[in-house]
């Protein structure tokens, strides 16, 4: 059993796959999917590399490679990126406030640690569950992000517990595999996952 449960944000409670699905109908399916294509390519994942560890960083990188894909005319990259950032695009999973709710109802100290650019309060508020979260550690507030450790130990900080008894759920073996390195043990959801669907949320409710 555990005294705090940490979750990952994107791809773990809240759906990463469709959030640019609502400025399709503004600037077009087309260009969503060639600007996709660019920012999940191998040098899309190489220039996204430590963009987070600010929001500043994050705005620039994410519309360079935007434009990129274009090129895009400020307009449309500055619709797209506000959908990247828009915490109405990002949808929770089906189990993700069942889960939480459960977890802080039993008294179970329960926070998000998350690689983002911008603030994602505003997200969970929205799913019902900011205030039942004790910590929110965004990596743009502290200048750091995952895999390093010290993302980790900050958050084990704030819930004033020790890594050893704070589960860490995640969905990327790296980054959030790294909870390891402080002394947390580490669940890793499957990789597929669809904004529809559960998304597998209830094993954390066995394991704590």
Not at 39 to 44: A, C, L, M, N, R
Not at 119 to 128: H, K, N
């Amino acid at each position: 059993m555990f005294d705090g449960v940490l979750f990952d944000f994107s791809g773990t409670l809240f759906d990463d796959r469709s959030v640019l699905d609502p400025a399709r109908d503004s600037v077009g399916d087309e260009t969503i999917t060639r600007v996709l294509s660019v920012v999940d390519s191998p040098e899309g994942v190489a220039a996204r590399r430590g963009c987070d560890v600010s929001r500043e960083r994050h705005q620039a990188v994410w519309t360079a490679l935007i434009s990129e894909a274009g090129p895009y005319s400020g307009k449309v990259v500055g619709a797209i990126y506000r959908a990247l950032t828009d915490p109405a695009a990002w949808q929770p999973y089906p189990d993700t406030a069942r889960v939480i709710t459960a977890l802080h109802d039993r008294g179970t100290k329960v926070g998000v640690v998350s690689n983002i650019g911008w603030d994602i309060r505003p997200a969970l508020a929205d799913a019902g569950v900011l205030d039942l979260l004790d910590t929110v550690v965004l990596s743009c507030e502290h200048g750091v992000e995952k895999p390093d450790p010290a993302l980790f130990t900050l958050a084990c900080d704030k819930l004033d517990l020790p890594p050893g008894s704070v589960l860490f759920v995640g969905d990327d073996p790296v980054k959030d595999g790294a909870a390891v390195q402080v002394g947390m043990p580490v669940y890793l959801l499957p990789t597929e996952r669809s904004a529809t669907r559960d998304r597998g949320l209830d094993a954390v409710l066995r394991l704590a």
